[in-house]
């Protein structure tokens, strides 16, 4: 009888079970994901121009000066400060579910669509600079891509 013995196969199937796991590319998953929080999460720089709609569309005056007479806004306005603050750039976070092979960026933040959604986003926060859900993606999306795709390639190649 023959026998065949092959050496360096434990090692072998090491390697196998980690390329198959994918950890470094889950990793890469969740810090493209935090790069890309880091992004949305950035405030415009200050601005000191008063919102124009509060003096020209009654109605957004009348919602002004009622959410003043609330308490639920003070003049002027101090980010992360004022009552009505929910502080949205602190507010963004990250989650990794499907077993780290996706992550989701997202805020609670009642008013992040008004601010950041770039279907709902007012002219006044357009014009004061903040950045869109849409604008993150299309401007630094790719990057993400990309670090997922030199993990797997690592992943693959070194073990």
Do not use: C
């Not at 669509?113 to 600079?129: E, P």
């Not at 790719?142 to 797997?152: M, P, T």
């Amino acid at each position: 009888m023959t026998t065949i013995r092959i050496e360096g196969a434990k090692e072998l199937i090491e390697r196998i079970d980690s390329i198959a796991k994918m950890n470094k590319v889950k990793a890469a998953i969740g810090l493209a994901a935090t790069d890309l929080k880091g992004k949305i999460a950035q405030y415009p720089p200050r601005s000191s121009r008063p919102n124009p709609l509060i003096r020209l569309n009654p109605r957004v005056r009348r919602g002004f000066f009622y959410h003043l007479k609330k308490g639920d806004i003070e003049v002027p306005y101090r980010r992360g400060q004022s009552p009505g603050s929910q502080k949205l750039g602190q507010s963004w976070n990250v989650q990794q579910s499907l077993s780290g092979w996706q992550a989701t960026v997202g805020t609670s933040v009642s008013y992040a669509r008004l601010v950041q959604d770039s279907a709902n986003q007012t002219s006044y926060h357009r014009g004061t600079g903040w950045i869109t859900t849409n604008q993150v993606v299309r401007l630094y999306g790719q990057q993400a891509v990309n670090k997922i795709r030199q993990a797997l390639v690592r992943e693959v190649n070194n073990g």
